[in-house]
């Protein structure tokens, strides 16, 4: 028989599922209070927050959350052990970054696993999406794209207006 507090903990983690369903699993254990406190700011700059779950109650919520179907069975193999979990609405790559510097720095933090777009991740994949541009340097990439070919086109056509003005001032010239 499931007590209150835990049952009350499953429909917040069943809560959070439901509006965030992108996420990053990593251990923590071992790391200070400014430790945990410093990761949580990095990933509250992204957008995100990090919540210390039970492992049976996350892994219980994905499970009763139709959606999660093609990961739950993944995250029973590495929901063990104490873990963090990073939910995000937005940008998983960033996220992924932050959470992956922060481990270079700090051992004791280990991404394990993930869910982006609902599929699941493993530890591989998650680093691999750390390794994408985040959501601002890929507008600033398309930004340049689309402005690179309005700008030859209007250096193009003042070169043309500066031809013209020569070969006029060339004819001007020789006919005096």
Do not use: W
């Amino acid at each position: 028989m499931p007590s209150a507090a835990n049952i009350a903990k499953f429909e917040a983690i069943a809560k959070v599922l439901e509006k965030s369903q992108d996420f990053v699993i990593a251990t923590y254990s071992g790391l200070s209070i400014e430790q945990m406190n410093d990761l949580r700011e990095q990933v509250r700059a992204k957008s995100a927050r990090i919540r210390v779950l039970k492992n049976n109650l996350f892994r219980k919520a994905l499970e009763a959350n139709p959606a999660f179907k093609d990961v739950a069975p993944m995250m029973k193999d590495v929901l063990h052990g104490p873990i963090a979990v990073a939910f995000t609405e937005g940008d998983l790559p960033a996220v992924s970054k932050t959470i992956l510097e922060f481990s270079k720095k700090n051992d004791k933090v280990k991404i394990m696993a993930g869910c982006f777009e609902l599929r699941p991740l493993d530890q591989k994949a998650v680093a691999q999406i750390a390794d994408l541009p985040s959501r601002e340097q890929l507008l600033s990439i398309i930004g340049r794209g689309l402005n690179t070919p309005a700008t030859k086109i209007a250096t193009g056509i003042n070169q043309i207006m500066a031809s013209l003005a020569r070969g006029i001032k060339a004819v001007g010239e020789k006919n005096g």
